[in-house]
């Protein structure tokens, strides 16, 4: 897996976008500002309700996405989150490297969050398979991951995840 692409990058922000943490209200604001490199240079951050809104709907359409069991689940949901993306191929270079965006430069932040999101989701899903996208195996967990590993291996979020599980499972062995 070529994981040094865009695509490749968005999927990630796809990824962060469904296991953010809702609980504080002000949550959008402090997700599009901690991923403020993905957006063009003047975005505004500070988004009205119906706003917010729309990007919790993305957030869990991707997560959505994640969790499907099935093929045919995980296109219907990926339709869905594809429908409310506008994709407008741009070439910039603005750090350095000439590529492609997939949303228009001038658009507003929820615009460019959900189109790159959708778009970078899209790619992983139809160029390496949905059984890429999986939801973590540690306990109390629950965060999805995309599986970038060569042999589709993972099965953890995070190394924090996978190392708390193994000594978890190390010490119900020794109380055995
Ligand atoms: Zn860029
Ligand atoms: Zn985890």
Redesign the pocket.
């Known amino acids: 897996m070529d994981y040094d692409t865009y695509g490749s990058n968005a999927v990630e922000l796809a990824i962060d976008l469904a296991n953010v943490d809702r609980a504080d209200p002000a949550w959008v604001r402090t997700f599009l500002d901690a991923h403020h490199e993905w957006w063009t240079e003047g975005t505004a951050t500070e988004l009205t309700d119906p706003e917010d809104e729309a990007v919790g709907q993305t957030s869990s359409l991707v997560r959505e996405v994640a969790l499907a069991e099935s093929q045919p689940e995980v296109m219907t949901r990926l339709n869905a989150l594809l429908d409310l993306a506008s994709p407008k191929p741009y070439a910039t270079d603005h750090d350095g490297e000439l590529h492609l965006h997939y949303a228009r430069p001038d658009a507003g932040a929820v615009e460019q969050l959900t189109t790159t999101v959708a778009m970078g989701l899209s790619q992983v899903v139809v160029q390496h398979g949905w059984q890429r996208l999986g939801v973590?195996s540690?306990e109390g967990?629950g965060?999805v991951y995309v599986d970038t590993s060569r042999n589709a291996s993972r099965r953890?979020?995070?190394n924090t995840?996978s190392s708390r599980s193994t000594v978890a499972a190390y010490r119900a062995r020794q109380r055995s």
């Open positions: 973590c540690a967990c965060n953890y979020c995070s995840c």
